[in-house]
């Protein structure tokens, strides 16, 4: 079967990366999660007091860039790769409300994307691979063969964040989650570096009111669809 490369863009929270990765787990494809990467730059700059609340200190972060060292670990139990900062697995301290809240600001840095898109593109050149994030099927895979744009309303997305986050026991509140996703939803549209943009040839996928299991089937069949069309 023809490898083909897919990518996933669309609002926070709308579910991207569930369904990526299960998709790549039937396909036996590559999955890499670029929303982390942000993630992990993000948790450096909050380590080394380079971002806080009413300050950002852009020029030093791009100056240390070099010295940002990420990895991926292939992870045999959850079946992808999983991020780490200078050796350390930062999965976990990725993905809590500090990091969610300061992320956007750090992803809207020309020289942060400049790099973390050149590693992207990188790790996509053998084809058979799922991405998922903001700018995968308008940046870092123009020519993919499969593009998807996911979206959902906002109340929705902020209801299974938070349920997530309490799930994993963070202390917060449905509010604080509903404005962080609004939030990261201004600033990743109006940014002027990449914005957040469905591409021309993407297919727009609204689950608001779709189980995952439909979602899965939905998308698995545009997947098959494609690969078809190829051979
Ligand atoms: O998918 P996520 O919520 O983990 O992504 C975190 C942030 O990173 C998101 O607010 C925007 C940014 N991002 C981006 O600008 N470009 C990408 N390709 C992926 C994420």
Redesign the pocket.
């Known amino acids: 079967m023809n490898k083909i490369t897919i990518a996933i863009d669309g609002y ?1 929270s709308t579910g ?1 990366s569930t369904v990526a990765k299960q998709i790549a787990k039937v396909l036996g494809y590559v999955y890499v999660d ?3 990467m ?2 992990a730059v993000t948790l450096y700059a909050l380590q080394n007091g380079l971002i806080s609340e009413d300050d950002f200190n852009k020029e030093a972060l791009v100056y240390q860039l070099d010295k940002v060292k990420l990895s991926f670990e292939f992870n045999d139990v959850l079946g992808y790769a999983e991020v780490y900062l200078d050796g350390e697995n930062i999965e976990h301290d990725i993905r809590t409300l500090e990091v969610s809240s300061y ?2 600001k750090v ?1 809207a840095v020309a020289d942060v994307r400049q790099k973390l898109v050149a590693i992207q593109k990188k790790m996509g050149e053998d084809k058979g691979v799922v991405m998922d ?4 099927g308008t940046v870092v895979f123009p020519n993919a063969e499969l593009k998807l744009f996911m979206i959902a309303s906002a109340e929705k997305r902020a209801e299974r964040r938070y349920a997530e986050l309490k799930e994993r026991g963070d202390d917060i509140t449905y509010e604080a989650v509903l404005k962080n996703v609004t939030e ?1 939803d201004y600033i ?1 549209t109006h940014r002027e570096e990449s914005p957040l943009v469905k591409a021309k040839d993407a297919i727009e996928i609204d689950n608001s009111d779709l189980t995952l299991d439909e979602q899965f089937d939905k998308i698995l069949q545009l997947v098959k669809m494609t690969v078809e069309g190829l051979e």
Not at 133 to 136: K, L, T, Y
């Open positions: 926070s991207k670029s929303g982390a942000y993630r992320v956007s992803a994030g903001r700018d995968i990261r990743d």
